[in-house]
């Protein structure tokens, strides 16, 4: 049960790890491609649920 436990904490810490490296990573791609189309306010919206989306399959997944 004690190995059980430990496990499931540590695969939590990954979880939340890969978590922050990925809505990271997409965060700077949106601010790299948001330079380039500044009048585009229907890009954040979609860039919000895509982040969103990204975190909720990252966490139900793991």
């Not at 904490?9 to 330079?35: C, D, H, M, P, Y």
């Amino acid at each position: 049960m004690e190995s059980g436990k430990i496990h499931m904490v540590n695969r939590s810490k990954e979880a939340s790890a890969i978590t922050g490296i990925l809505i990271s990573i997409t965060f700077q791609i949106g601010l790299f491609v948001f330079s380039f189309r500044k009048e585009s306010e229907i890009f954040w919206i979609y860039y919000v649920y895509i982040l969103l989306g990204l975190y909720y399959l990252i966490v139900l997944g793991w």
